[in-house]
């Protein structure tokens, strides 16, 4: 415990001078800050309010309303023709909206495309990010890195890189194995890792629990929730959430003809 001065020692400050004064902190040059502020956000937070999306053959989804806390996992649950798909793409700014809106990390959709895609990334999404079959699980981490650094990547110890991606999703398999010989499980985790390269604030997954016994399914979705305790939000659409329950959010989606003959 300190001890108050004795009545022989003189006061540090005198009050016929000025008290000292703190250094004033400098500012960032302006070139810094707006740097700083396109940083990803560790963990975007979503927020949809009536969002819908009409094509020339009708709904695709329709009032879609839900919220996701940053650094949460949640299931994307509907039958098939909900528009889970086409919702993840929505998200993630690679498909824009023809109503409601969303905000993804802060950004705003539809007026902030580009913005969101800088801090969304998808995972496994059949028809837009499946791995190549022929490629080894290294090849499509070390390609994802080269998208992502160029040259300047490729400078960086690549081989302790690849194991590091797969070790922060849980991906045990030989880095030498083809996409082809993974099993549904462990490709969906390569999809995460190869979505985590840019560190991304959100991750987007489609049809999670797709060909999985329900066990394999819990063990799925709790690897989503240990790699979302890292600080990155996760949603992941799936058929059914049985498997998700006490591991994330579930949000249902209601097929738009169904939700048209409740109005009618």
Known sequence: MAS????????????????????????????????????????????????????????VYRDVTFE??????????????????????????RMRP???????????????????????ALGLVAGVTEPDPALTVAEHVSEAIDLREGLLGRLRGRRRRIAAALDRVGLEVDPRMRAQDLLP????????AL??????GLVLLDDLDDGL???????????????????????????????????AEIVRIEHPRTMEGART
């Open 213 to 247: 016994p329900v066990d394999a399914q819990q063990a799925l979705w709790r690897r989503l929730r240990e790699i979302a305790d890292t600080g990155i939000t996760i949603v992941a659409a799936c058929h059914d959430a049985t498997a998700a329950q006490g591991l």
């Open 4 to 59: 108050s001065p004795s009545l022989g020692e003189e006061s540090v400050h005198n009050s016929d001078e000025d008290p000292p004064t703190e250094p004033e902190a400098e500012e960032p040059p302006p070139e810094e800050a707006a740097a700083e502020e396109d940083l990803p956000p560790r963990g975007a937070g979503v927020e949809a309010r009536g969002l819908s999306l009409r094509g020339p053959r009708g709904w």
């Open 68 to 93: 996701v806390p940053p650094g949460e996992v949640a299931a994307l649950v509907g039958d098939a023709g909900s528009g889970r798909t086409s919702l993840l793409l929505t998200l993630g700014g």
């Open 98 to 120: 023809t109503g409601g809106t969303a905000v993804v990390g802060g950004r705003r959709l539809p007026g902030e495309l580009r913005a969101v895609q800088r801090i969304a």
């Open 185 to 192: 499980d462990e490709a969906r985790l390569l999809g995460v």
């Open 195 to 200: 979505a985590l390269i840019g560190d991304p």
